[in-house]
């Protein structure tokens, strides 16, 4: 009996440690340049006057980054209006294989969850999936599988800067591979192209959330005290 009380005590002070907490996330505040180009086959970085911009928020900002990678050169990202909020980030010439990418620092973390707001315009890409690469891109998990992408004011709420964020524009997903690595890139890639090159896609509010891991000490004081609660018990 006194082993059992010992180990729910260690447990009760080892779930007041562990808290979900915001790793990174992006809401797009500061807005891109419009119009502006995206390399061909390469890495276009979220930035303003060249330099990249990090996540607004989060435990784990410093380092982050936001882009882009299409294949046609005639792409070009905007930042129109967000979900519930001033900008968001979109781009057009939408070809299967074309994708965002968010990278972040997950040390310290676990129970890895990534969250977005998605929408499209009546002509662009409507089924996309997400991986992630803890290898800086040598090999690729997948995270979620095919997802269908709803479009805005599309028989739904529409997608609006003004008012309330829309919750039927939610894509979430857990990520076991992300869990405490020191760098995890999540690619959301489009399954299928849109219908037409001015087809759009926005993303917004892109968060990555775990629990803060305890560090030794933490584990040995929480056992402390855990063995402390028990002996007060008896």
């Known amino acids: 009996m006194k082993s059992y009380v010992c180990g729910a005590a260690f447990i009760a002070a080892m779930s007041s440690i562990s808290q979900a907490a915001v790793v990174a996330q992006w809401t797009f505040n500061t807005p891109a340049p419009t119009g502006t180009s995206i390399p061909v086959g390469a890495s276009y970085v979220?930035?303003?006057?060249?330099?990249?911009?990090?996540?607004?928020?989060?435990?784990?900002?410093?380092?982050?980054?936001?882009?882009?990678?299409?294949?046609?050169?005639?792409?070009q990202a905007t930042t129109p209006a967000g979900n519930g909020s001033q900008y968001s980030l979109s781009s057009t010439f939408w070809a299967a294989g074309d994708y965002y990418y968010f990278t972040v620092n997950t040390s310290n973390y676990t129970n890895i969850f990534i969250s977005f707001d998605q929408t499209r315009s009546s002509t662009g890409p409507n089924t996309f999936y997400i991986d992630a690469t803890i290898d800086g891109g040598a090999t690729y998990s997948l995270v979620k599988n095919d997802y269908a992408v709803i479009q805005s004011g599309g028989g739904q709420p529409a997608w609006s800067s003004s008012g309330a964020r829309q919750a039927n524009f939610l894509i979430s997903s857990a990520a076991a591979i992300a869990n405490n690595q020191s760098l995890v890139t999540f690619r959301i890639i489009a399954k299928t192209g849109a219908g037409s090159t001015n087809g759009t896609n926005r993303i917004d509010n892109v968060t990555v959330e775990g629990d803060l891991v305890p560090a030794p000490g933490s584990l040995a004081l929480a056992g402390l005290g855990g063995l402390l609660a028990a002996r007060r018990r008896r």
Do not use: K, M
């Open 46 to 75: 979220y930035n303003l006057a060249g330099t990249p911009i990090e996540a607004e928020a989060g435990a784990q900002t410093a380092g982050s980054r936001v882009g882009f990678v299409h294949a046609s050169a005639s792409s």
